[in-house]
């Protein structure tokens, strides 16, 4: 009797706080979990769902270029890669795209349907037919919606596409940077749907393996320290304005004219490594010798190439763990000097070991010619990168991206592999409030996305508190409402606890904490179930630009 009382309770005091949700809306968001890393795939990628029923796609995140595609079936020239190609045959929802001239279509198939055709700098290549669809972001348990875009669909893959794990790729930089004129997903996700209002996104990349995906907002509760902003000076790629790199402290003397030459100084997710100008290459690399000339600097065993780069590589074979890392903090500290910021580049984060060797760790570091400068995923790593192109900005938070055990979860549905692999758990239900935390009500995923805290672009900062609710949408007269709605909610709960407590009977509960340690640092999330996901190679490197 005291239990269902209590359930009436807390279902009244849900409603009326749904109530004044609904009158004024909080900050909204799309989340999506990332998966890969720079040692073992050489990039980070998300899942979509696409179609009716939804088909998965894995693609990769990239802010280099603005094409969403993946191989669909029928593709005689595509490689074997994490799932099935989608069926366009099997999705209600699915139509090609014609051709017309403002669509700049590469070739026009025999039924008039717009094709297309994508080159990358490191020489692979795409070619296909546009198609229209729904996708929606993430996992099935993710609470994300569904939006209409229109993507490519492959019919023929050339260079690293054929080989890599991933289905496809998914393009975030500016639909005007493309050949093609089609809204991105980031475009119909802020402008299509109310639910998402800013235009802003967030990449957390783990160096451990994943990270996060954040449409809307980023996750300011994982950050380690206040974001830094600097503006995006050309609205193609995610172009910014580089002066400078110091190393130990002490400029490499190279000035902004070398930085940004040709296409500027872009932050690009789908390109590995960092690729600097040859000029700014060669004195880089002059200073870090002088400075491991030095004695107790970047102490190791021997050095040898291991790639066919001119990137310099370490053994440290010293067989501990602890060693090793200690060894590599006596390397230097790179700060990378953007407009108006200036970003630490710690030698854990540029060193890499190749396929996961671990005596062997390499500088990520590479000469790109004449042309500009290119900071892949190995200089994101670490960071929750916010690109915010709602005001122009791109912002860099020193942040602790992992979440939960970097694997992706099996779905047999979709799944190419037919090795063995654990199965997928029962999915949880995930549910959104209005002050823009999302928690997990029932269940566990095999990789929970963390509770999320939405900062509102267009608001200052809250510096205080590590977990943080901006709500600058609501009004006065709003905030008194929902304290009201909230203060007899709390009376009536705890009314009825105190019969229970009376009768002595208890209803079973379940708790979902975020536990944060005396240095605010986020420490334990939502327990994670270990999922094994299929063997993953290596790919080779990618460059995006």
């Known amino acids: 009797m005291a239990t269902t009382w209590t359930q009436r309770c807390l279902a009244l005091c849900l409603l009326l706080v749904q109530i004044t949700a609904l009158d ?122 569904d939006v209409n875009v229109t993507f490519g669909c492959h019919t023929r893959e050339s260079g690293l596409f054929v080989s ?116 700014a290459y060669t004195r880089l690399i002059s200073a870090f010798n002088r400075f491991c000339s030095e004695p107790g600097h970047c102490l190791h065993d021997s050095r040898r190439n291991v790639r066919s780069s001119k990137q310099a590589c370490y053994v440290m074979s010293s067989g501990d763990a602890n060693t090793t890392a200690a060894r590599i903090q006596t390397f230097p500290v790179l700060d990378v000097i953007f407009e108006g910021i200036a970003v630490k580049w710690r030698p854990s984060e540029y060193l890499y070991s190749p396929n996961n060797v671990g005596d062997v760790f390499c500088l990520g570091i590479d000469d790109n010619g004449p042309t500009g400068t290119v900071l892949g995923g190995i200089f994101m790593r670490e960071f929750d990168i916010i690109f915010d192109r709602q005001n122009k900005r791109i912002g860099f938070a020193r942040a602790d991206c992992l979440f939960g055990n970097g694997h992706r979860p099996y779905d047999p549905s979709s799944s190419s592999f037919n090795g063995s692999v654990s199965c997928y758990p029962p999915p949880c239900h995930v549910t959104c409030f209005v002050n823009g935390t999302c928690s997990h009500s029932s269940g566990s995923p095999s990789s929970p996305t963390p509770p999320i805290v939405v900062h509102d672009p267009s608001t200052p900062m809250d510096p205080s508190p590590d977990m943080r609710v901006d709500d600058s949408s609501s009004g006065g007269g709003a905030g008194f409402i929902t304290l009201v709605a909230v203060l007899v909610g709390v009376v009536l709960v705890a009314a009825a606890a105190l019969v229970a407590v009376i009768r002595r009977r208890r209803a079973p509960t379940t708790r979902y904490e975020m536990v944060v340690n005396t240095d605010s640092e986020l420490s334990t999330r939502v327990p994670t179930s270990v999922v094994v996901a299929a063997d993953e190679e290596t790919d080779s490197d990618r460059a995006g630009i």
């Open 164 to 279: 890599q794990k991933a289905d496809g790729i998914l393009g975030l930089a500016y639909a005007s940077h493309g050949s093609q004129h089609f809204p991105t997903i980031i475009d119909a996700l802020t402008e299509k749907r109310a639910d998402v209002n800013k235009d802003v996104f967030s990449l957390c990349l783990s160096a451990a393996g994943g990270g996060l995906f954040v449409v809307g907002g980023w996750n300011s509760s994982v950050h380690l320290e206040e974001p830094l902003f600097t503006p995006i000076t050309r609205e193609t790629y995610y172009v910014v304005q580089m002066h400078d790199m110091l190393l130990g402290g002490k400029s490499i003397e190279a000035g902004s004219a070398i930085w940004n030459t040709h296409y500027g100084t872009v932050i690009d997710s789908g390109t590995t490594f960092a690729y600097l100008p040859t000029q």
């Open 24 to 145: 004024h809306p909080g900050p909204c968001i799309e989340i999506a979990k990332l998966y890969g890393t720079v040692e073992t795939l050489g990039y980070y990628y998300t899942d979509i769902w696409v179609g009716t029923p939804p088909q998965r796609q894995s693609v990769i995140v990239d802010t280099g270029s603005s094409l969403l595609a993946f191989p669909c079936s029928g593709c005689s020239q595509c490689g074997t890669h994490l799932d099935k190609p989608f069926n366009t045959s099997a999705s209600s929802t699915a139509k090609f795209v014609d051709c017309r001239p403002e669509y700049r279509c590469s070739s026009c198939g025999a039924s008039n349907t717009c094709g297309y055709y994508q080159g990358y700098s490191e020489g692979s290549t795409l070619a296909g037919v546009y198609m229209y669809d729904r996708v929606f972001l993430g996992d099935t348990y993710e609470p994300n919606s």
